[in-house]
Nanobody, 128 residues
Framework: QVQVVESGGGLVQAGGSLRLSCAASGLTFAPYTTGWFRQAPGKEREFVAVISGSSGRTHYADSVKGRFAISRDNAKNTVYLQMNSLKSEDTAVYFC?????????????????????WGQGTQVTVSS
């Protein structure tokens, strides 16, 4: 049984930084594409960042490009989202998700329906 668990959320002032972690049991991240999504109150869940399986190619939403960085530590089987220069509009619940299809292909997935395993989310609140 695969479980995905996010951690590292919290309250931070605008301009500050947070690092989110995503850990998995029953699955190794390395071959699979892993993404971060977020959902603010009253809004739809949206894509934030993705790291492809194998090659580790990355892609970001325009709203976070240059401020956020996704990475993967294969030895720790953990995916990270480093968030810098945080803004109030970054306030949301952040979700980690893993796409089971096409392992080792370096595929970049940005759509919710392309992901199979989801964590419960971690709250990030940025105060202005």
């Amino acid at each position: 049984q695969v479980q995905v668990v996010e951690s590292g959320g919290g309250l931070v002032q605008a301009g500050g930084s947070l690092r989110l972690s995503c850990a998995a049991s029953g699955l190794t991240f390395a071959p699979y594409t892993t993404g971060w999504f977020r959902q603010a109150p009253g809004k739809e869940r949206e894509f934030v960042a993705v790291i492809s399986g194998s090659s580790g190619r990355t892609h970001y939403a325009d709203s976070v490009k240059g401020r956020f960085a996704i990475s993967r530590d294969n030895a720790k089987n953990t995916v990270y989202l480093q968030m810098n220069s945080l803004k109030s509009e970054d306030t949301a619940v952040y979700f980690c998700a893993v796409a089971r299809a096409n392992p080792y292909t370096g595929l970049i997935n940005t759509k919710i329906h392309e992901y199979d395993y989801w964590g419960q989310g971690t709250q990030v609140t940025v105060s202005s």
